[in-house]
């Protein structure tokens, strides 16, 4: 078993919060008490944290109207039940039923891709009458998405709910979701607004005239310097909500890059293989074994749950101090208070995954580096991920399977082709709304909405990211756990005498080259 991993900021000294006082009074809880608040893309990854949290800790509020997706043969109603049967809601359940939380959330039929968000006038009326705050959520986070669609969904679709906001009214608060990734540009980003790439209007007026070939034949040029469609067309939307800051409560929140729940209510939870948990399942897997980037680099990461506790908490300082008076931009980052190097995650979960929970049919044993040299990263790449893969390929086609590990390889070569430009650069993000926030909470407010670094242990909550990811996303029950070591011990020996064969035969080469002659 290999040492366990060290941390440069297990240096610093973590974060206390002290005891109860029995007079203290949840104020954010109280914040949300009666209110009606409409929610778009309550059904994706931050969305559903945040209508859990909001559910089993300010469940006083009277009503969450959230915006659906008709599909076919299923009614949205229908669809919010389908969403409460994940195991993330089990514990609120329990606590509030689950007949009393289906009357707390509305389905609304629509589509931010619709003029009108496609809602129906009867629903419309609602809304008007009824909410008094709003969470814009809603985009597409794929940062392959071709223009027009993220321009549609992003930016015209924050368009079209600031609209709706216009009407609200009991409109106290209007949250606008983006991400502190939006301004590349900018290598220490600010709690401002900046100034968007191009001029928002015009460029979805051009989406609308052009068709989806002639947006994706300019799409480059459109883009510059910014490395895809998510960050594009998320700082034109910002752009969009700032115009409206004289009319609308409205604010921006910008998360970096949201990973797996920390503490609750699921330790590890998520719904998706995007981001770290990708490469973590990748690796562990033993399909990604060199990566291009700065070991020394880090990226700003923040568990869901604390996301999602910082908008609660931005929520109820500008609902009662009001947003003349709070600044209008507001970062949920982490990396002013911890800092893990790239080099550090790669550590880090080769111990979890060697020594706590490995994964079920590796393909090959974990192991690989980081490389800072572009071509030594490619040949590695050539040498122990695709040859590999069309090696095992061979095999699979011999005993009449179909391949699988090339196509694998394929996603992640373009998966990396997006990573490798955020692991090369680093970005540096201001924090002090958070921390103004943390000395305005009492303790109860501390313990319930922790939006601070406590009691963080890394190794526990990589390691519950993983029993998740092979729970929830791998199907892999935990009484496979000691068959997948068996397999690991097999893998590691096919892992060594395969490299072995490379080495004889470049030993070999180089000896007949310039010895037997």
Partial sequence: ??????????????????????????????????????????????????????????????????????????????????????????????????????????????????????????????????????????????FDEPLRNAVFMNTRGTKYMLDLALTLKKLDFFAYCSTAYCHLHVKTLYEKPYDPPADPHSVMKACEWLTDDEVATIERKVLGDIPNTYAYTKSLAESLVVEKFDQLPAVILRPSIVIPIWKEPIPGWTDNINGPTGLLIGAGKGVIRTMYCKSSGYGDFLPVDVAVNGILVASWRNITAGTDNTNRVAHMTSSNDIKVSWAEIIELGRWVIENKVPLNGVAWYPGGSMKSNYWVHFICMVLFQWMPALFVDALLWILRYPPVLCRVQNKIYKGFEVFEYYANNVWNFDNSEAVKLRKLMNNKERRTYVIEKIELDLIDYFTNCVLCARRLILKETDESIPAARRHMKVMWVVDKVYKGIWIFGILYMLYRCFFAG
């Fill in 1 to 142: 078993m290999t040492a366990k991993p060290k941390f440069v900021y297990e240096k610093d000294d973590l974060g206390t919060i002290g005891e109860v006082d029995a007079n203290e009074v949840d104020r954010i809880a109280e914040c949300f008490k009666g209110r009606c608040l409409f929610i778009t893309g309550g059904t994706g990854f931050l969305g559903k944290v945040l209508v859990e949290k909001l559910l089993r800790s300010c469940g006083g509020l009277k009503r969450i109207y959230l915006l659906i997706r008709p599909k076919k043969g299923k009614d949205p109603q229908e669809r919010i039940k389908d969403i409460f049967q994940n195991v993330l809601f089990d514990q609120v359940k329990q606590m509030r039923g689950e007949e009393h939380i289906l009357q707390q959330v509305v389905a609304i039929a629509g589509d931010v891709l619709l003029p009108g968000l496609g809602i129906s006038e009867g629903d419309l009326e609602i809304l008007r009458d009824e909410v008094s705050i709003v969470y814009h959520c809603a985009a597409t986070v794929r």
